[in-house]
């Protein structure tokens, strides 16, 4: 670093730009304008005397020097939070993991045993079938359905999926379909077209209705097989069936926080059948 001065308020900014990736969603976080965190952003690295952003049209993408920055200053920023809390505790350290709505079901209802008993970990689930970014940090943790291509990413095989029809016995013989741009909604589109006894925009009301004995879902079948009342109607359909992976970053995976918790991620996945 050379003599030129570097503000805590400038090491804000900087983490503010860092994980949201560009300068304007940036100013919607931090109040700034855009042109005043570009400039503040200059300054910093001409104080660092180093390069911290690489920059293009899709906005700032970081350097191996920046993550580096970045990583110390959230380990700052997490040490000061614990100092500050009112009740002189630690705060537990926080893992977001993002996974589909089928996934994520299958979680939930193993909390106790991804948080650890006595709870050791902060976990925030983020429920989405789009793809979260990993290094951008919108999440720490995500569970994918192919093996990570982004060399700044490390990924962990688990059990295949399958999908399958499941209904109630004496549930009628037509769809209900999921409108949503996941492979398995799609694939469902293809076939049956409009003929559907309903149609519903969220995954979870199709595994509802298909309970509540109103038609046929088209499920995995690690959800659809541990619901008593719903039976496989049909062998499982193979164009649907898809890898799945566990993936964080790699300057992340060896954080203890992150580590204990794709141990226990693993386990849960390995009994989820």
Same mark, same amino acid.
């Given at each position: 670093?050379? =003599?030129?001065?570097?503000?805590? %308020?400038?090491?804000?900014?900087?983490?503010?730009?860092?994980?949201?990736?560009?300068?304007?969603?940036? +100013?919607?976080?931090?109040?700034?304008?855009?042109?005043?965190?570009?400039?503040?952003? @200059?300054?910093?690295?001409?104080?660092?005397?180093?390069?911290?952003?690489?920059?293009?049209?899709?906005?700032?993408?970081?350097?191996? !020097?920046?993550?580096?920055?970045?990583?110390?200053?959230?380990?700052?920023?997490?040490?000061?939070?614990?100092?500050?809390?009112?009740?002189?505790?630690?705060?537990?350290? @926080?893992?977001?993991?993002?996974?589909?709505?089928?996934?994520?079901?299958?979680?939930?209802?193993?909390?106790? !045993?991804?948080?650890?008993?006595?709870? =050791?970990?902060?976990?925030?689930?983020?429920?989405?079938?789009?793809?979260?970014?990993?290094?951008?940090? %919108?999440?720490?943790?995500?569970?994918?359905?192919?093996?990570?291509? =982004?060399?700044?990413?490390?990924?962990?095989?688990? +059990?295949?999926?399958?999908? +399958?029809?499941?209904?109630?016995? =004496?549930?009628?013989?037509?769809?209900?379909?999921?409108?949503?741009?996941?492979?398995?909604?799609?694939?469902?589109?293809?076939?049956?077209?409009?003929?559907?006894?309903?149609?519903?925009?969220?995954?979870?009301?199709?595994?509802?209705? +298909?309970?509540?004995?109103?038609?046929?879902?088209? @499920?995995?079948?690690?959800?659809?097989?541990?619901?008593?009342?719903?039976?496989?109607?049909?062998?499982?359909?193979? %164009?649907?069936?898809? !890898?799945?992976?566990?993936?964080?970053?790699?300057?992340?995976?060896?954080?203890?926080?992150?580590?204990?918790?794709?141990?226990?991620?693993?386990?849960?996945?390995?009994?989820?059948?």
């Amino acid at each position: 670093m050379n =003599d030129k001065e570097t503000s805590w %308020e400038d090491l804000h900014l900087f983490l503010a730009v860092a994980r949201s990736g560009g300068l304007s969603p940036a +100013a919607r976080i931090t109040g700034r304008s855009a042109a005043t965190l570009g400039r503040r952003m @200059l300054a910093l690295e001409r104080a660092m005397g180093r390069e911290l952003f690489v920059r293009h049209e899709r906005g700032y993408e970081l350097t191996a !020097e920046a993550r580096d920055l970045e990583r110390e200053l959230g380990e700052i920023e997490n040490r000061i939070a614990r100092i500050n809390r009112p009740d002189g505790r630690s705060a537990l350290p @926080l893992v977001k993991i993002s996974a589909g709505t089928w996934t994520t079901l299958i979680l939930l209802d193993r909390l106790e !045993e991804i948080a650890g008993d006595p709870g =050791d970990v902060r976990l925030r689930f983020v429920s989405a079938e789009a793809t979260l970014d990993i290094p951008r940090r %919108e999440v720490v943790i995500g569970v994918r359905n192919r093996r990570p291509e =982004d060399p700044s990413l490390a990924g962990r095989k688990l +059990a295949k999926v399958e999908f +399958a029809a499941f209904a109630r016995p =004496d549930a009628p013989d037509r769809w209900i379909k999921v409108v949503a741009e996941t492979p398995s909604a799609r694939w469902l589109d293809r076939r049956i077209g409009a003929d559907a006894v309903c149609e519903v925009a969220s995954p979870r009301n199709a595994l509802d209705l +298909a309970l509540a004995g109103r038609g046929v879902a088209l @499920l995995p079948t690690f959800v659809g097989s541990r619901n008593a009342d719903l039976v496989q109607r049909g062998g499982t359909i193979g %164009e649907l069936a898809h !890898e799945q992976w566990l993936v964080t970053h790699q300057d992340d995976r060896h954080l203890p926080e992150v580590r204990r918790t794709i141990d226990r991620l693993v386990r849960v996945f390995d009994r989820r059948l």
